[in-house]
């Protein structure tokens, strides 16, 4: 079946940092893949997306590059802010799977000054 | 816009009763609403979807007669947790889909923390 694997957390970095947080995922086909952030007290909100082999999501300075190669959808962020202390979830879509979700454990991230 | 809303947003019981939990799309119809289990430092597990009018499709393992779903109205679907135990204790998070051929997006409500004593 279809799974998501995650870097465990939490990853605590400085402001300004640079961030990476790890997605591999295992799934026949070409599924799509998603980032979801869930900041405290709120509910998980669409990041990211991508579609197919070699696309790239981005969003809000995020990034995440579809590689069927090495099955990883990672995520990055080149100079994280205090705001960006959250929960990052990464999920994928079967294709033809209609709206069903497989999602990652989460990772969550604080951010310092 | 795309606000999905939970309520309670955490709940406490005893053994043996049963609780409500109710998701709302405050500003869109959403015709395809997901109840999603959530355990400590675990992914989110799809208990079941739901349709507007229809019958609620359950993922394997799930009881569908323990956890009753209604979605009655294209804003407003419950999740009924019968004769609750310890073990259903978890968190509950519902999305929502609206309708339309380019809507394929799912919002989520903030979830309700469910403890049975």
């Known amino acids: 079946g279809n799974s998501v694997t995650q870097m465990e957390g939490p990853v605590t970095l400085s402001e300004e940092a640079f961030l990476t947080i790890n997605c591999t995922y295992t799934a026949t086909g070409y599924p799509s893949l998603f980032w979801y952030v869930q900041y405290p007290g709120e509910g998980l909100q669409l990041l990211l997306k991508a579609t197919k082999a070699d696309d790239k999501g981005s969003n809000k300075g995020f990034e995440a590059t579809y590689r069927k190669e090495t099955t990883s959808f990672h995520l990055e962020k080149g100079s994280v802010q205090v705001s960006d202390s959250a929960v990052y979830f990464c999920a994928l879509r079967q294709a033809g799977g209609g709206n069903k979700l497989t999602f990652g454990t989460g990772t969550q991230l604080k951010v310092e000054l | 816009g795309a606000v999905v809303s939970q309520h309670p947003s955490w709940v406490i019981c005893k053994s043996g009763t049963s609780v409500k939990i109710e998701c709302r799309s405050l500003d869109f119809q959403a015709t395809t609403m997901f109840w999603y289990r959530q355990f400590p430092k675990q992914s989110l597990m799809l208990m079941a979807t739901s349709n507007e009018g229809s019958k609620a499709t359950y993922e394997q393992g799930v009881e569908k007669d323990k956890f009753l779903i209604n979605h009655a109205s294209l804003t407003l679907s419950t999740l009924t947790v019968t004769s609750a135990h310890p073990e259903d204790s978890s968190f509950y998070i519902c999305?929502?889909?609206?309708?339309?051929?380019?809507?394929?997006?799912?919002?989520f409500g903030p979830g309700t923390r469910l403890t049975v004593l």
């Open positions: 999305s929502a889909r609206g309708g339309g051929v380019s809507t394929d997006t799912q919002y």
